[in-house]
């Protein structure tokens, strides 16, 4: 059987909801944060919980796993779709697939003129140079704060860059595939090596991977490297991204019933109860 308690964690300030199950003598506990939150030693903010011995066997439910960690599971980060019916998705699934695509290229971000291994500002240079394919929407300015906005642009453009921020992992990867937006990974960190359940091993199927360090040292263009993709390898990602992965990307609404799809959730819970199953 299942024994599920719910639970409220904070620290310094900062505070989780956090979920157990145990199931037999496995426990789950599901985690509001990125895991490095949970590692931190030496700064001023986090805590070491997922370094205590205690929490070492446990399976661990986050929105970005420790890579070397066997017990930290990812799952995607929620997006802003939160569907009630099989017709939600269909529709919302033939609205992307007609939506015209006026941008190639689009960034929704910030630089960080402080990180001396960002390459945002690279980034933003190349879109700002070919404005004519790339279009830029500045986030440190505020415009990001209205969701539309940048749900909007990702509707509008074929290809979404999504360069590392103060982690390796962003939920903009995901609003951006469940816009039908094609997302630039720079840092295999970022989606190939997290989310297991939820992405297909083969990354060229839903995404363009340019190495960060070509980037850094201008050995490679991102705006010339993405015009050169053709329309029908466009075309043949965003399909599959549409629909074969968006359906199981998005978390239901509460009250959701689902008959034909397997949201986000129900695809972790089948692979949880899979791993489980393994161990018991």
Known sequence: ?????????????LGLVLSTIGVGFSTVFVLGKI???FRRNKLPWGSRFLELQEMQSPTKLLIERHPWEVNDVAI?????????????????QIKMTSKPRRNLISFAGGARPG?????????????????????????SNGSCDKP??????????EFCLQPSGDSPTR????????????????????????????LPEDHKRYSVYIDQEDV???RVNVVEKLMAKTLKERESMRSYIIHQLLPGLVYGDSNAKFEKFRDAFDITFDNL???????V
């Open 1 to 13: 059987g299942f024994i599920v308690s719910f639970g409220f964690l904070g620290y310094y300030g």
């Open 35 to 37: 895991s490095w939150d």
């Open 76 to 92: 995607p980060h929620p997006t802003y779709f939160h569907p009630k019916t099989d017709d939600d998705i269909t529709s919302w």
């Open 115 to 139: 990180n001396p291994y960002s390459i945002r500002s690279a980034l933003i240079e190349q879109c700002k140079s070919f404005s004519d394919q790339c279009r830029f929407l500045n986030c």
């Open 148 to 157: 539309e906005n940048v749900i909007k642009l990702f509707q509008d453009s």
């Open 171 to 198: 939920k903009s990867v995901f609003d951006s595939l469940i816009s039908g937006c094609i997302p630039v990974i720079f840092n295999p960190y970022t989606a190939y090596y997290q989310y297991a359940w939820h």
């Open 216 to 218: 850094k040292v201008k």
């Open 273 to 279: 109860l899979g791993k489980i199953n393994k161990l």
